[in-house]
């Protein structure tokens, strides 16, 4: 028996689009969706709230446990911003249909204005130096870009879809 894997993996910065496009593309493939940040959130609480308590290290620690689990099921999974800063979830990207959701500041500022996101506490020019410092990984992880400044979600969605069907399910 073949190990599980999912069919799209969706990595970007914080604001993209990430898990509204992951839930869409899931919905279209009739196939599961997980969020990894959700699930974390769910099972420790609010992510702002870890950060606040347990400190960045921790939540990566955590964070790195519910991607390895995430990359193992059929689904569509979506990981936090930040989730490949770690060098074993690189390894565990190779070879897995990873889309990149980029956006430009102008779309993302309204996105990212008065939300709870601990590495954003400077709004823009915090996200700016995120993107700037991850950029390089972002691209050399990804398998294909897309951009959700001026796109819908549903548009994305469809695209990514009609790829991962015509590339095959697996």
Do not use: C
Not at 12 to 36: H, I, M
Not at 53 to 69: L, M, S, T, Y
Not at 95 to 107: E, I, K
């Amino acid at each position: 028996m073949t190990a599980q894997k999912p069919f799209l993996v969706v990595i970007g910065p914080p604001g993209a689009g990430k898990s509204v496009l992951g839930k869409l593309v899931a919905k279209l493939l009739r196939v599961p969706f997980v969020d990894t940040d959700r699930r974390i959130a769910a099972r420790y609480g609010p992510i702002a709230m870890i950060f606040a308590e347990r400190g960045e290290e921790w939540f990566r620690a955590v964070e790195r446990q519910e991607v390895a689990k995430a990359l193992t099921e059929s689904a569509v999974v979506a990981l936090g911003g930040g989730a490949v800063l770690n060098m074993e979830t690189q390894a565990d990207l190779r070879g897995l249909r990873v889309v990149l959701v980029t956006v430009s500041p102008d779309a993302v500022n309204h996105r990212i204005t008065g939300t709870s996101r601990p590495l954003l506490r400077d709004g823009l020019d915090s996200w700016k130096r995120i993107v700037e410092e991850r950029r390089e990984l972002y691209d050399r992880l990804a398998t294909r870009t897309v951009d959700s400044s001026t796109r819908t979600a549903t548009s994305l969605a469809h695209e990514l879809a009609e790829w991962i069907q015509k590339e095959g399910m697996t």
